[in-house]
């Protein structure tokens, strides 16, 4: 009996969080993508690292003639008139900075820290998957994930307070946590 609280604070809080999900639901778009997908949009979509994606800019851009790619060894092509996707731009960009004046360098030594490319390149290549249409945000702002996670505190201290810090008040609060964590980082 002490735990009707609890049980019942849990039991709103995941029917708020069911029903944000199917109000945002990601019904399946009509008609299909007008443009095909880059290949660094495709890489990035099957889930592939953040290393392999910067590779599939540098081969999209070397197709393009953007760079040349003999063997292991990269070199700045002339520079085109061609427009750049905001990443190829970027990609572009850390290839000029890491020769720095030399004619050529092998590929993997051209290659941003994890952290780098994380932080800048798969930023930009999901935004250009959203706006190709291929890929979609769940909400569009932060504050429906921010509102939900913190509705935890009102389940977790409903259970802390009937059970303290037994087994339903330690499991209430690893679920609050890993909950409330992963709604702020796929937000």
């Known amino acids: 009996m002490d735990l009707v609280w609890p049980v019942t604070a ?9 029903a944000a999900f199917k109000v945002s639901s990601r019904d399946r778009p009509r008609a299909a ?13 099957r889930g592939m690292r953040a290393q392999e994606v910067f590779h599939s800019a540098l081969f999209e851009l070397a197709g393009r003639g953007w760079l040349t790619i003999e063997d292991d060894r ?16 970027w990609v572009l960009e850390r290839v000029v900075a890491r020769l720095a004046g030399k004619p050529y360098a092998p590929v993997m030594a051209v ?17 250009t998957a959203i706006d190709l249409g291929l890929a979609r945000r769940r909400w569009p702002t932060m504050i429906v994930p921010v509102l939900l996670a913190a509705g935890l505190f009102i389940p977790w201290y409903a ?24 709604l702020l980082m796929a937000g």
């Open 10 to 18: 849990w039991a709103l809080w995941t029917a708020t969080l069911a």
């Open 33 to 45: 993508p007008r443009h095909e997908a880059p290949p660094a949009v495709v890489e990035l979509l």
């Open 74 to 89: 990269l070199s700045l092509a002339p520079l085109r008139q061609e427009p750049l996707l905001p990443y190829e731009r």
């Open 111 to 127: 290659m941003p820290e994890g952290s780098e490319l994380d932080g800048g390149l798969i930023p930009l290549v999901r935004q």
């Open 159 to 182: 259970t802390i307070s009937a059970a303290g810090l037994s087994w339903p008040g330690m499991i209430a609060t690893m679920v609050s946590f890993v909950a409330g964590v992963g």
